[in-house]
């Protein structure tokens, strides 16, 4: 029997209900290029496997592999990458004109580095449904003004349509654990609402603006934005980076970077 390991973020989805609202939510359907992330004992990859005949995990913990294939071996072919999905390149795994669809319930101890690194190959992925801590899921997918906003809500909805699914409670998992967990839906825009001439500068200025969060614009980004730019782009730097909209770091990133 395994024991669920803490160092690889391991809980176990077991309550049946749960799972098929999961499944349900990804809707996988035949031909389409899947890849789930930490598949551990198969309690996603076996339903989603009866569907698809097959798909692709990539599993970090070895010792749950040769199970896990045992399991999903009368489904279909099973591609498992035994490696650290941070240092997954999406990109290469695109195979074919097929964009991606990447799902998993998550290690919760590395989920906001994934995202950000989900993020780098957003161009080759169709969609994301994620099971994570409910408090990073509120932040992926939280508005403008409230309190979840921050660098993280800048970065993923500057590139994707972000929507929280449903909660799921503790008791759904083995260990359970301490925090309650959300299923979310991330969708690459094809067309973006709005682009940053260089995403560089934009990544770096989200940073800034969020460096210290009880502090105005004005003052997270004084060696960055003149002040006589505000008044150009009709920004008030007295607000605080977490009421304002992704558009206006947008905004605020090709002034900046037109002036360069
Ligand atoms: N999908 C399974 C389920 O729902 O029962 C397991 C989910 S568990 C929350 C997270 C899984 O991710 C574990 O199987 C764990 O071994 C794996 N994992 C942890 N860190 C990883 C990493 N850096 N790269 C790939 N897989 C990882």
């Given at each position: 029997?395994?024991?669920?390991?803490?160092?690889?973020?391991?809980?176990?989805?077991?309550?049946?209900?749960?799972?098929?609202?999961?499944?349900?939510?990804?809707?996988?359907?035949?031909?389409?290029?899947?890849?789930?992330?930490?598949?551990?004992?198969?309690?996603?990859?076996?339903?989603?496997?009866?569907?698809?005949?097959?798909?692709?995990?990539?599993?970090?913990?070895?010792?749950?592999?040769?199970?896990?294939?045992?399991?999903?071996?009368?489904?279909?072919?099973?591609?498992?990458?035994?490696?650290?999905?941070?240092?997954?390149?999406?990109?290469?795994?695109?195979?074919?004109?097929?964009?991606?669809?990447?799902?998993?319930?998550?290690?919760?101890?590395?989920?906001?580095?994934?995202?950000?690194?989900?993020?780098?190959?957003?161009?080759?992925?169709?969609?994301?449904?994620?099971?994570?801590?409910?408090?990073?899921?509120?932040?992926?997918?939280?508005?403008?003004?409230?309190?979840?906003?921050?660098?993280?809500?800048v970065m993923v909805q500057y590139h994707c349509e972000a929507t929280h699914l449903f909660d799921v409670a503790p008791s759904a998992f083995y260990p359970p654990p301490k925090v309650q967990s959300s299923i979310i839906r991330l969708r690459p825009y094809a067309k973006r609402p709005c682009v940053a001439n260089d995403e560089k500068h934009f990544e770096t200025l989200v940073k800034a603006a969020f460096a210290t969060r009880r502090k105005t614009l004005r003052n997270n980004l004084k060696t960055m934005v003149p002040d006589e730019l505000w008044t150009v782009l009709n920004i008030d730097p007295g607000l605080r980076a977490e009421v304002l909209p992704v558009s206006d770091f947008v905004r605020l990133s090709n002034a900046l970077t037109e002036k360069e």
């Open positions: 029997m395994h024991i669920p390991r803490k160092r690889f973020g391991q809980h176990f989805l077991c309550d049946q209900s749960v799972i098929h609202r999961i499944v349900h939510a990804i809707a996988p359907s035949r031909g389409e290029h899947l890849i789930e992330i930490g598949p551990g004992q198969g309690a996603m990859t076996l339903p989603l496997m009866k569907q698809m005949h097959e798909m692709e995990v990539i599993e970090l913990d070895r010792d749950l592999i040769d199970e896990l294939s045992s399991r999903v071996q009368p489904f279909g072919r099973l591609q498992v990458h035994n490696q650290d999905v941070l240092t997954f390149d999406f990109t290469a795994a695109r195979s074919d004109d097929r964009l991606l669809r990447v799902v998993g319930n998550l290690p919760y101890n590395i989920s906001t580095p994934l995202i950000f690194h989900l993020l780098d190959h957003a161009a080759v992925i169709k969609d994301m449904v994620f099971m994570l801590q409910k408090e990073v899921a509120d932040r992926l997918a939280a508005a403008p003004g409230s309190h979840a906003y921050g660098r993280l809500s």
